[in-house]
Nanobody, 123 residues
Framework: QVQLVESGGGLVQAGGSLRLSCAAS????????MGWSRQAPGKEREFVAA????????TYADSMKGRFTISRDNAKNTVYLQMNSLKPDDTAVYYC????????????????WGQGTQVTVSS
């Protein structure tokens, strides 16, 4: 089992940047693909980005391409989400997830989830 703890959320002005971190427990972190999803108030949770266990493959939701970057450090059991050019529409709770592959994370069809971290972008 994998336990995930997100950090790095906060309040930022439009156009600003934030970097989210997700620390994972367990010795099998490097076996999992990792990803981020988000849920805005009154909306369903949506996929943001995912990265393969090796870090060699990344995938993004279309609206995040070019603005968000996912990365991981298997030595630190941590996955990151660098978010640039933030918009008010990016306001949401951001969740970290671990799954057997990036497809599971993209379709949000399984895996382990963290408790989330709030990101608020002011206009």
């Amino acid at each position: 089992q994998v336990q995930l703890v997100e950090s790095g959320g906060g309040l930022v002005q439009a156009g600003g940047s934030l970097r989210l971190s997700c620390a994972a427990s367990g010795r099998t972190f490097s076996r999992y693909a990792m990803g981020w999803s988000r849920q805005a108030p009154g909306k369903e949770r949506e996929f943001v980005a995912a990265i393969s266990w090796s870090g060699g493959t990344t995938t993004y939701a279309d609206s995040m391409k070019g603005r968000f970057t996912i990365s991981r450090d298997n030595a630190k059991n941590t996955v990151y989400l660098q978010m640039n050019s933030l918009k008010p529409d990016d306001t949401a709770v951001y969740y970290c997830a671990a799954g057997i592959n990036t497809i599971v994370l993209r379709t949000q069809s399984g895996g382990y989830w963290g408790q989330g971290t709030q990101v608020t972008v002011s206009s």
